[in-house]
């Protein structure tokens, strides 16, 4: 059974970066596509990044230029860079990964950019 645990969320004030982290386990990593999604208070919850098994990205239009999706499939983690954080980017971000007919989710961390 695939584990996504995310850390790295905090309170930042805006202008500022974070490192989203996502720890898998459970199943091979390097089959599945990673995304990041994210939910504000009073939402619905909203993709943000793709990077796929081959390493190709994609991101909402909202993050690009500030946000960089990776992964280490060695340490079978995907990481979201986030710059220039906005008050607007504040929600629960959580990781997710899909392959086929599988589809995991992470339990989410808590972004808040705020002054």
């Known amino acids: 059974q695939v584990q996504l645990v995310e850390s790295g969320g905090g309170l930042v004030q805006p202008g500022g970066s974070l490192r989203l982290s996502c720890a898998f386990s459970?199943?091979?990593?390097?089959?599945?596509?990673m995304n990041w999604y994210r939910q504000a208070p009073g939402k619905q919850r909203e993709w943000v990044a793709l990077?796929?098994?081959?390493?190709?990205?994609k991101y909402v239009d909202s993050v690009k230029g500030r946000f960089t999706i990776s992964r280490d499939n060695t340490k079978k983690t995907v990481y979201l860079q986030m710059n220039n954080l906005k008050p607007e980017d504040t929600a629960v971000y959580y990781c997710?990964?899909?392959?086929?007919?599988?589809?995991?989710w992470g339990q989410g961390t808590q972004v808040t950019v705020s002054s």
């Open positions: 990077i796929t098994n081959g390493q190709n990205t």
């Open positions: 997710n990964a899909r392959y086929s007919e599988a589809d995991y």
């Open positions: 459970g199943s091979i990593f390097n089959i599945y596509h």
